[in-house]
């Protein structure tokens, strides 16, 4: 079996001091059950920024602005097949979601609730980048 590489953008997205999260459908082949960040996979000749914004559109039915990179990573999906991730800290336009199927919930979050929610693998990498005072002092920063 060949070995591939999936390249994914995820948005930190903010609105009012909140990140929303969404919680993936139980049914799911990878984090079956567990709250992450919106975001999917870029499709070929697709622009990093154009992918996330067609992902979030598409997952959440929001309209963002993309600020910058905030990190990356990479995992192993399984024996096979590896996933480098590029994380984004974006702005909401509004607050207004409408979930895709993908995802059976979300909640607009504050860091405490972040950490007790979001899969600990995702909270140890963005504690490894110090995301948290880049996403949570962001007024300070805009």
């Known amino acids: 079996m060949e070995?591939?590489?999936v390249v994914i953008v995820?948005?930190?997205i903010l609105y009012n001091d909140r990140?929303?999260?969404v919680k993936r459908n139980?049914?799911?082949e990878v984090g079956a059950g567990n709250w992450e960040f919106v975001g999917g996979n870029i499709e070929f000749g697709e622009e990093l920024e154009q992918a996330l914004g067609r992902e979030v559109k598409e997952e959440v039915n929001l309209e963002i602005t993309i600020d910058?990179?905030?990190y990356s990573t990479t995992f192993?999906?399984?024996s096979t097949s590896q996933a480098i991730i590029l994380v984004y800290k974006c702005y909401a336009k509004d607050d207004k979601v409408k979930l895709s199927e993908e995802h059976v919930n979300y909640k607009w979050v504050?860091?405490?609730e972040l950490r007790d929610l979001v899969f600990i693998d995702i909270l140890k990498d963005m504690d490894k980048y110090n995301v948290f005072p880049l996403i949570f002092d962001y007024k300070r920063n805009q």
């Open 3 to 5: 070995n591939t590489i």
């Open 10 to 12: 995820k948005g930190i």
């Open 19 to 21: 990140v929303l999260i």
């Open 26 to 28: 139980d049914n799911d």
């Open 68 to 70: 910058k990179i905030l």
């Open 76 to 78: 192993k999906t399984n």
């Open 110 to 112: 504050s860091e405490k």
